[in-house]
Every structure is written in C-alpha cells, then in structure tokens.
C-alpha cells in the first residue's frame, strides 16, 4: 500500500526567504506526482504535476523534483511571500492502486 | 470556465439524518472523485467513477454510503443514517483521463451533531 509522508508537518519563515518542502512515497511505481495548494476553507490548488519520466516542473517561483528511485520530491519555494502562505500537499497516482495517494500536508507560514 | 461545483458548502445535520452532497463535474472530464479529508485521517479516497460508471468504492467506510453519478455533469454522495465520526469536509474532484491532473471543488463542510 501506498504511504506518502511530508516533512515538516509545519514551517514558519519570513518573508523573502528561500524553502524547501519534502515529499517521500513508499512505493517507486507511480505514474505521476501533483504538488497542491490547499488554503483555509477551501478546495486543493494543482500547482505542478511531475510525470514518471520527468526530473522537474517549473511554476513562476514554484520548483518541483522527482527522484522516483530514492521515493523522494522537494517543492522549491524561491523568494517566499506572505500570500504563499496555505497548507501545500504532495499526491502520488499509483500505478497499482490506480488513484491518488495524499500527504498530510505542510502547513506554510510565511511572516511579513 | 467552470470549475468543479459542489452543494452545499456547509450542512449541519443530527445524527440519523440522511444527507446528500452534490457534484457538478467540469463539463467534458470523464473521471469524477469523491475524497473525505478529516484532520486525523487527511485527504482519503472515497470513490471513483469514469465515464459515469464507478470503477474503485473500496475507501467507502461504510455501507451507509453510496454515491452515484446517474450523468456525465452530475454525482451524489449520500449518508444514511449519518452519525457525529461522518464529520468532515467532503471533496469532489474531476480530471479528463484517470492520470491527468485533478481539480477540485471547495467541497463540503459537514457537521453532524
């Protein structure tokens, strides 16, 4: 069964600042990896979505890798703002259980 | 364009109440999700469809729960009777092929006393 873990579960930065996020899957076998932005009392944002195949994804000031041998991807936040502020979530789509299997989110704080 | 509509936004019921959470899907998306995200649990699959038909309901916790999705533009994810530990936000997402990018509605924030 597909586990995904997200490190750490909360981060608090001032604004300007550089970070990263940290994603971590059990299972290699996936088809893609989606990165989420998920703002309170709202539905999920798809940021950037990695296929099997690709290494990374750019989005403005939005990074994402894939090291789908090692069950690894890092979402790269450059030059951080207080409106990145939200709940980021990982998902993987396996490709034995044919659906997205979620993180429990980074909660993101980035102080002005 | 229209992205994914859910109703309500928020419902607050007793317990052994029937509920009934509604999905429009964005037009021309054949694949439809139901997830369940709780602060224990997280973001949890509930049920999925393609082209109206459900292919995987095994994160269905119970059979109190059923969804259906009679056409392509509309879903329902019912609870009967519901209970308080049923408490959660409720997401439909739709996607145009199974491995494409999900996109989600601003759910359902349910509450059952």
């Known amino acids: 069964k597909q586990e995904v873990t997200q490190i750490p579960a909360a981060l608090s930065v001032p604004e300007g600042e550089n970070l990263v996020l940290n994603c971590s899957f059990t299972?290699?076998?996936?088809?893609?990896l989606q990165w989420f932005r998920q703002d309170p009392g709202k539905g999920l944002t798809s940021l950037l979505l990695?296929?099997?195949?690709?290494r990374e994804q750019t989005s403005g000031r939005l990074n994402a890798s894939l090291d789908k041998s090692s069950g690894r991807s890092t979402l790269y936040i450059a030059a951080s703002q207080p409106g990145d502020s939200a709940t980021y979530l990982c998902?993987?789509?396996?490709?034995?259980?044919?659906?997205?299997?979620f993180g429990s989110g980074t909660q993101l704080t980035v102080l002005p | 364009d229209a992205g994914v509509i859910q109703s309500p936004r928020h419902e607050v019921t007793e317990m052994g109440q029937e509920v009934t959470l509604r999905c429009k899907p964005i037009?021309?998306?054949?694949?439809l999700f139901w997830y369940r995200q709780t602060m224990m649990r997280g973001l949890e699959l509930l049920i999925y469809?393609?082209?109206?038909?459900?292919?995987?309901d095994s994160g269905m916790p119970e059979d109190r729960f059923s969804a259906k999705m009679p056409n392509a533009s509309f879903s329902t994810l019912k609870i009967q009777p519901s209970e308080p530990r049923d408490s959660a936000v409720y997401f439909c997402?739709?996607?145009?092929?199974?491995?494409?990018?999900?996109?989600f509605g601003d759910g359902t924030r349910l509450s059952i006393l």
């Open positions: 998902a993987v789509f396996s490709g034995s259980a044919r659906q997205l299997t």
């Open positions: 037009s021309g998306h054949d694949y």
């Open positions: 990695i296929q099997s195949s690709q």
């Open positions: 469809f393609n082209n109206n038909v459900p292919i995987d």
């Open positions: 299972d290699s076998a996936i088809y893609n």
């Open positions: 997402a739709s996607s145009l092929g199974g491995v494409q990018p999900q996109h």
